[in-house]
């Protein structure tokens, strides 16, 4: 359980002014200035850099709100558990977390199905969004934990392996050369068919086209459509081509409405991974339930 001072704390960190923090906590400023200086004497460091608009944490401000948002968060997260118990009758805490929209789309429904035959009675709240989205879920307390496919801060989450995924490139039957590509550069006279901004498939995409000195706007054009079965619905029309992981086409690759054209110097392959808050007490439950799923 967090005291005054630290809620204090992580108030003025996400506020960023020491005057809107006072009035969210219903305390005065000078309050706040005092709390926020008994907890710089007790760790010996400076946590608030002063801003022409507010305040800005320093490197030990940004170490102390990851331990202790955490904390706080692990702390609702035991008060509904306890509550559960005291209260005859009262439902099990929900299993609250996210999954990006590939993995939401076309691997937890499997997983849930999984699940809830071993356990009928779990209450379920899954988020669906890109990996930004559901970090910042994560660090208000809305999910404990998320599925990703997209890069996250290593410093302020812990990850396991959920899968390695491929990642590949696909285009309608009738549009398809009779050789598959040598190379990425011989795709780039296609139109290129893809997720928002943001979104984890857009970003590996991106990622391993500037390794190679490439952007998105280098093919012959481009459509972003922010829903994975329009994607592939307007690549099996002929509209371009699109790069997804396997496990969103498998069953369009099997069915012939859609051809892997990878290219053999772009054969990638990605983690979806599990991530939670650095220093939960919950990490342990969160890498059983991951071995579970895997299993």
């Known amino acids: 359980m967090l005291d005054f001072r630290a809620h204090t704390f992580l108030e003025v960190y996400r506020q960023r002014s020491y005057t809107r923090a006072a009035g969210a906590l219903h305390i005065t400023q000078p309050a706040v200035s005092q709390h926020v200086r008994q907890l710089e ?17 320093t490197a030990a401000g940004e170490t102390l709100y990851r331990a202790l948002d955490a904390m706080e968060n692990d702390g609702t997260r035991l008060q509904a558990e306890l509550d559960a118990l005291a209260s005859a009758g009262a439902a099990r805490p929900p299993l609250r977390f996210g999954c990006t929209r590939t993995v939401a789309d076309f691997v937890a429904p499997r997983l849930l199905a999984t699940h809830l035959g071993r356990h009928p009675d779990e209450h379920i709240l899954m988020h669906t969004g ?40 696909v285009m309608a039957p009738a549009a398809t050369p009779p050789e598959r ?73 099997a069915a012939g409405e859609l051809v892997d054209i990878t ?5 990638i392959e990605h983690d979806f991974a599990l991530i939670w808050q650095r220093g939960s007490r919950y990490a342990e439950r969160h890498r059983a339930l991951l071995r579970a799923w895997k299993a």
């Open 41 to 57: 004497r007790h760790y010996g460091c400076t946590l608030f850099a002063k801003t022409g608009r507010g305040v800005e944490p």
């Open 130 to 169: 890109n990996t930004a989205e559901l970090v910042s879920l994560i660090d208000r307390g809305t999910i404990d934990f998320a599925l990703v496919e997209g890069s996250f801060d290593r410093k302020a989450f812990d990850s396991a392996v959920f899968s390695r995924e491929p990642y590949i490139a």
């Open 181 to 253: 590509p040598a190379t990425i550069r011989d795709l780039l006279g296609r139109r290129l068919i893809l997720r928002e901004p943001g979104s984890g498939t857009r970003e590996i995409l991106e990622k391993h086209l500037a390794a190679r000195d490439l952007l998105t706007s280098d093919f012959a054009g481009t459509i972003e459509l922010a829903s994975i079965p329009a994607i592939k619905a307007c690549v099996a029309a002929g509209a371009g081509i699109s790069f997804l992981y396997r496990a969103a086409v498998e069953q369009e690759l």
């Open 263 to 267: 290219p053999e110097d772009f054969a």
